[in-house]
Nanobody, 124 residues
Framework: QVQLAESGGGLVQAGGSLRLSCVAS????????AGWFRQAPGKEREFVAS????????SYGDSVKGRFTISRDNAKNTVYLQMNSLKPEDTAVYYC?????????????????WGQGTQVTVSS
């Protein structure tokens, strides 16, 4: 099993930037594909970005393309989400997730390990 812990959330003004981190422990993280999801109050969990175990493949949700960048450092067992040009509609709890399974990486059901989440609030 792997345990995930997110950090880096906070309050930022619209147009600002934040970098989220997700540190994995328990097993070598290089075996896992990883993803970021978010959930705003009253809304369903939304796919944000994913990255393959090696870091060679990434994908993004339409609402964040061109503004967010996912990356990873397997030597540090860490996945990052760099968020630029933030908008009030980016306000949500952001979750890191991991899986050893390949497939539809935008689907939350693919992932079987989840962090507790970190709050991101973007003020207008």
């Amino acid at each position: 099993q792997v345990q995930l812990a997110e950090s880096g959330g906070g309050l930022v003004q619209a147009g600002g930037s934040l970098r989220l981190s997700c540190v994995a422990s328990g097993r070598p993280f290089s075996s896992y594909h990883a993803g970021w999801f978010r959930q705003a109050p009253g809304k369903e969990r939304e796919f944000v970005a994913s990255i393959s175990s090696s870091g060679g493949r990434t994908s993004y949700g339409d609402s964040v393309k061109g503004r967010f960048t996912i990356s990873r450092d397997n030597a540090k067992n860490t996945v990052y989400l760099q968020m630029n040009s933030l908008k009030p509609e980016d306000t949500a709890v952001y979750y890191c997730a991991a899986t050893v399974r390949g497939g539809s990486n935008w689907m939350s059901s693919l992932y079987n390990y989840w962090g507790q989440g970190t709050q991101v609030t973007v003020s207008s």
